[in-house]
């Protein structure tokens, strides 16, 4: 695990086993919120431990707020055992549907999570919600695109937003929607916001945000014009590979080398979209004799 210190309160953690996901803890007078876990238990445990270390409330670690519902940022909140964990309404729900399925799937594929139980959240929103902590004032807002559920933190003051998966080094859409995606990307640039944490990669600085996002729409626009090509032409799925990520503008040594598969993945949620058979109402209309 790799730490950062953001402002003198405000810490980010970054897994050195998976794709650098990205973890926040915000520390205040009146305890310590979490933003997201990390992938695997002794990573969150090593967080922990050094929150212990930094708190300034005899309660400690108060709240844990899940971005969405992937498991590499949800699988910790087990360990956060005095915390309450936030999430919106649509996170919880994806959770309790299939949370349990999905993590028994992964431990048989992945030892590390032999451990992990899952842990709901156990306060939710619906849209929005703004509390305050000692000194800090946090907005939770929406921001769709990478899932349906997701959402930042926007921290009043710092002007830090916590950006979960919506911001990324490479966007990832096989869950969400390229469209949602890019108008949340859109809205971000409207906020202000002097430093954008990521939910994979490093921070990025007011002077980065921009450019950083811009790329990241010509990413999505980039990808959605060369898979529309291959369906225009009745090119076989095989094709698609044809579309490499680098020829969109992608650098592929970002996020430990996992790009490459948020690639592919990306390539083929599109080409799922824009193949879709349309539905049809299958209820006849009887004719009256």
Request: with cysteine.
């Amino acid at each position: 695990m790799r730490k950062e210190r953001v402002t003198e309160d405000i810490y980010i953690f970054q897994s050195e086993m998976y794709a650098q996901v990205t973890a926040g803890a915000i520390i205040t007078d009146e305890g310590t919120v979490v933003i997201d876990t990390l992938p695997f238990p002794r990573e969150t445990r090593e967080m922990i431990e050094f929150l212990r270390g930094e708190s300034r409330d005899k309660r400690g670690i108060r709240y844990v707020i899940n971005t969405h519902y992937h498991a590499d940022h949800v699988y910790g909140n087990y360990l956060f055992t005095e915390a309450d964990i936030i999430s919106s309404e649509k996170c919880r729900e994806i959770l309790r549907k299939s949370g349990e399925k999905n993590l028994n799937e992964a431990k048989q594929s992945t030892p590390e999570l032999a451990d992990v139980v899952l842990r709901l959240p156990n306060l939710t929103f619906p849209d929005k919600m703004t509390f305050q902590l000692g000194d800090r004032i946090l907005k939770l807002v929406p921001l769709p695109g990478h899932t349906m559920d997701g959402i930042g933190i926007y921290i009043e003051g710092e002007k830090i937003l916590f950006a979960g998966d919506a911001v990324m080094a490479l966007p990832h859409i096989y869950w969400g929607d390229r469209e949602v995606l890019i108008n949340t990307l859109n809205q971000i640039k409207e906020m202000n916001v002097e430093n954008i944490v990521q939910g994979h990669g490093d921070v990025l600085l007011k002077g980065e945000i921009d450019e950083s996002i811009d790329a990241q729409i010509a990413y999505l626009n980039c990808i959605y014009e060369r898979v529309k090509a291959k369906v225009a032409t009745r090119t076989s799925k095989e094709k698609l590979a044809d579309i490499t990520l680098e020829s969109c503008g992608g650098t592929p040594i970002l996020l430990d080398g996992v790009v490459r598969k948020l690639h592919k993945d990306n390539v083929q949620r599109i080409y799922q979209t824009l193949t879709a058979k349309p539905r049809t109402d299958e209820k006849k209309v009887k004719s009256k004799a």
